[in-house]
């Protein structure tokens, strides 16, 4: 059976009743469904491994049901593949096309899943800020979700940490907690703080956290400044703040941290408990609570000490992470406080040197196992109906490490040997969640394990604004401004066409963009020429194309009204390549095609039938199914009249 005929008997109501049988007696309509989501999981990979054993209980699962591709979204990032899971549409209707979106009003950037609205209506008093009306957090995604047809026909839904889900919803008789896209306590989406008295490690970079000077004044205290949320309250929305002291003991190579009435000692390479923070906005009547841990990197000769990024309290959160709002704190209460940002392992900090290997694995490691106790925990309070299950170590962990597999990775020969078999690890522990899941496994009771995208190497990074500018598509009129962001090199009379976000190219439109120069007659040809001279390009330093298509947004969706803020064209690159990172946010480098050098060595931005997701099921599958598909495929395991 194709995709087309099996969604086709899906809508009708017996889809599954069309499927092979053998699976213990043929299939009929399940009272549970249990749906793991490992963001990354490679189908290549996951062959691979299972193949050498390493990946046992996942061949059982296939050859009890299946393993196909599953068809990713374009682009395959997740947040626009997640979001067609969500809704079953594509982005012309869930309105995410990237990471990334751009305002084209004044061209600003801003994260495509959620946004912090001011209040509109407040009561000023002196410098306080009183709301009286409006405002909050707003969830970008468009659509309806997939699971409001199974709630509303009395089936429990459960879904813990759905990426692209911030704020969580709120539908009755459902439980939720989100995932990808819910920010740390300072709106961001993930800013650390790292504390030395060595200046060899100050920087200019501030892309992913602060590195904050100390001194120890000759009482062997470093008085340690920690930034919490800006005070809505207040006038300007100033900066609350506490302050840790930090005692250094060379000799014992520990250190003590006193901290808001808490202390505790932690030595070198060791992590803090989980640390609670207070940051009163108003006395006496509103305090936001978050949660962080302190990592102390090295005491001598110099202080080194990382402070994660400061989550929202899950047992009393500042901001709508769950629903129902108790859900999250019972879950807290059962297994500890545990991190609630969307992006729990800091990439940053490894990517700016705050941590090495070491360092990263060390916090990786303590992610993936507190997630594991999450897992257990949702099983164990399973009853009914769907229980869905994310986890996201799987692809940052294979951003950060695919160079040890990749032996053309610009690092993969400077990485240390002991991490080799590091991938191997990562699927191994993935597939440990897979044989507790299939503990679970009866005649009432199937799997879906899933992921959104796979994965492959980022060795070489393509320069689309420098490509756009040697091409004469763009005007660099202050070349003393290239590595800027927000295009400040530009002279805006003289250019058709700019890059932003990973995958997005627009055009410089008349009557949209604020300095338009495109008549929207020309749109349509320019758009031909561009994507016919980037499918073109030769990488001279190995004759590869970068660029395996250029695909016209418009084309993609005809005869839809596309948002304001869509792209023009999505660059789909090869595999070993990607935008390089100052394309992203508007830079100029003089170089269009650079080795990228990241420990950020693995991605998943090319074009989409380069890089598919697993679907492993207790249940065979029909080939070509996408991860679009699979809202359907569910709600008809479990509801045969849908």
């Known amino acids: 059976m194709n995709r087309r005929e099996f969604l086709k008997t899906a809508a009708a109501g017996s889809a599954l009743l069309a499927l092979q049988t053998g699976c213990r007696g043929g299939f009929s309509p399940k009272r549970k469904l249990l749906v793991v989501a490992f963001d990354g999981l490679d189908p290549v990979l996951v062959r691979r491994f299972a193949a050498r054993g390493l990946m046992p209980n996942t061949k059982k699962l296939m050859e009890m049901g299946s393993l196909r591709n599953l068809a990713t979204s374009n682009p395959p990032q997740s947040p626009v593949a997640w979001s067609g899971f969500i809704t079953g549409e594509g982005p012309d209707?869930?309105?995410?096309?990237?990471?990334?979106?751009?305002?084209?009003?004044?061209?600003?950037?801003?994260?495509?899943?959620?946004?912090?609205?001011?209040?509109?209506?407040?009561?000023?008093?002196?410098?306080?800020?009183?709301?009286?009306?409006?405002?909050?957090?707003?969830?970008?995604?468009?659509?309806?979700?997939?699971?409001?047809?199974?709630?509303?026909?009395?089936?429990?839904?459960?879904?813990?940490?759905?990426?692209?889900?911030?704020?969580?919803?709120?539908?009755?008789?459902?439980?939720?907690?989100?995932?990808?896209?819910?920010?740390?306590?300072?709106?961001?989406?993930?800013?650390?703080?790292?504390?030395?008295?060595?200046?060899?490690?100050?920087?200019?970079?501030?892309?992913?956290?602060?590195?904050?000077?100390?001194?120890?004044?000759?009482?062997?205290?470093?008085?340690?400044?920690?930034?919490?949320?800006?005070?809505?309250?207040?006038?300007?929305?100033?900066?609350?703040?506490?302050?840790?002291?930090?005692?250094?003991?060379?000799?014992?190579?520990?250190?003590?941290?006193?901290?808001?009435?808490?202390?505790?000692?932690?030595?070198?390479?060791?992590?803090?408990?989980?640390?609670?923070?207070?940051?009163?906005?108003?006395?006496?009547?509103?305090?936001?609570?978050?949660?962080?841990?302190?990592?102390?990197?090295?005491?001598?000769?110099?202080?080194?000490?990382?402070?994660?990024?400061?989550?929202?309290?899950?047992?009393?959160?500042?901001?709508?992470?769950?629903?129902?709002?108790?859900?999250?704190?019972?879950?807290?209460?059962?297994?500890?406080?545990?991190?609630?940002?969307?992006?729990?392992?800091?990439?940053?900090?490894?990517?700016?040197?705050?941590?090495?290997?070491?360092?990263?694995?060390?916090?990786?490691?303590?992610?993936?196992?507190?997630?594991?106790?999450?897992?257990?925990?949702?099983?164990?309070?399973?009853?009914?109906?769907?229980?869905?299950?994310?986890?996201?170590?799987?692809?940052l962990n294979q951003h950060m490490f695919y160079r040890t597999i990749d032996p053309e990775s610009p690092l993969h020969s400077s990485t240390p040997p002991r991490f080799r078999t590091i991938m191997a690890e990562l699927y191994n522990k993935a597939d440990r969640a897979v044989g507790q899941a299939m503990e679970l496994l009866d005649r009432n009771t199937e799997l879906i394990v899933l992921s959104d995208h796979g994965f492959a190497p980022f060795n070489r990074g393509f320069g689309l604004n420098s490509w756009l500018a040697a091409e004469g598509y763009s005007h660099i009129s202050n070349p003393e401004h290239r590595n800027r962001d927000m295009f400040a090199c530009l002279d805006w009379s003289r250019t058709s066409a700019y890059g932003l976000g990973l995958n997005s190219l627009y055009v410089n439109q008349a009557g949209r963009e604020p300095n338009g120069t495109v008549a929207p007659d020309d749109r349509e040809a320019l758009l031909q020429r561009l994507a016919e001279d980037l499918e073109r390009v030769i990488d001279p330093f190995n004759g590869r194309r970068p660029i395996e298509r250029a695909y016209i947004v418009s084309r993609m969706f005809p005869g839809r009204e596309l948002p304001p803020w869509a792209p023009d064209i999505i660059v789909g690159y090869s595999r070993g390549y990607r935008c390089s990172w100052e394309t992203a946010l508007g830079a100029f480098p003089e170089e269009v095609i650079t080795d990228n050098t990241d420990p950020w060595s693995g991605d998943h931005c090319v074009a989409p039938i380069l890089c598919p997701g697993s679907l492993i099921s207790s249940v065979p599958m029909p080939e070509g199914l996408a991860l679009q598909d699979m809202g359907q495929v569910i709600t008809n395991m479990l509801d045969g009249e849908s």
């Open 93 to 395: 209707v869930h309105g995410i096309f990237d990471f990334v979106h751009r305002n084209p009003d004044n061209l600003q950037p801003y994260l495509s899943t959620s946004r912090v609205n001011p209040p509109e209506k407040t009561l000023d008093l002196g410098n306080l800020r009183l709301p009286l009306a409006g405002g909050g957090v707003e969830l970008l995604r468009k659509g309806e979700p997939f699971w409001r047809n199974l709630l509303q026909k009395g089936i429990p839904v459960t879904m813990v940490k759905l990426p692209v889900d911030f704020p969580a919803p709120q539908d009755r008789n459902g439980r939720f907690l989100s995932g990808m896209g819910t920010p740390d306590i300072r709106g961001s989406q993930g800013s650390f703080t790292f504390y030395t008295d060595d200046p060899r490690s100050l920087s200019d970079d501030t892309s992913g956290g602060v590195v904050i000077p100390v001194r120890d004044n000759g009482d062997s205290c470093y008085r340690c400044r920690i930034a919490g949320p800006g005070n809505s309250l207040v006038e300007g929305e100033p900066v609350m703040e506490t302050t840790a002291e930090v005692w250094a003991d060379r000799l014992a190579g520990a250190v003590r941290i006193d901290v808001q009435g808490n202390s505790f000692i932690i030595g070198e390479k060791q992590w803090s408990p989980w640390v609670r923070f207070s940051f009163p906005a108003l006395a006496g009547i509103s305090t936001v609570h978050a949660i962080g841990r302190f990592y102390l990197k090295e005491l001598s000769p110099r202080l080194r000490l990382y402070l994660s990024p400061l989550n929202i309290d899950p047992e009393n959160p500042a901001l709508p992470i769950s629903g129902p709002s108790w859900y999250a704190r019972s879950i807290a209460e059962a297994v500890g406080p545990y991190y609630t940002q969307g992006f729990p392992e800091d990439t940053k900090a490894l990517s700016r040197g705050v941590f090495n290997d070491d360092d990263f694995h060390s916090q990786a490691r303590m992610v993936f196992d507190e997630r594991l106790r999450m897992f257990t925990h949702a099983l164990n309070q399973w009853k009914d109906g769907l229980l869905f299950f994310y986890f996201s170590s799987t692809d």
